[in-house]
């Protein structure tokens, strides 16, 4: 089975800021350190919670809907079940 894959879409520009003031990708949401621990992340279980944090927290900044379609497209093209 394939690994699930990054909530990056390959954009990757940190300008945004969040909620508790860290810097956000302006298409994927994630901090730095955040998308440092995804790739520590191994585990298929962890790495999908992971996937359903970013979306959660997509929600609440707003703005991201632009995101899912682009990440369910990379989920189809490596065959994954997305974690949504």
């Given at each position: ?22 810097h956000?990708?302006i ?58």
């Amino acid at each position: 089975m394939a690994k699930i894959p990054s909530p990056c879409i390959d954009v990757c520009k940190f300008r945004r800021t969040g909620p508790e003031g860290a810097h956000h990708c302006i298409a994927c949401s994630m901090t730095k350190p955040q998308k440092r621990a995804f790739k520590l992340v191994k585990a298929p279980g962890p790495r999908a919670a992971l996937v359903r944090l970013i979306a959660l927290q997509q929600e609440v900044m707003g703005r991201y809907d632009h995101w899912r379609p682009a990440y369910l497209k990379r989920c189809r093209k490596k065959d994954v079940t997305p974690p949504l």
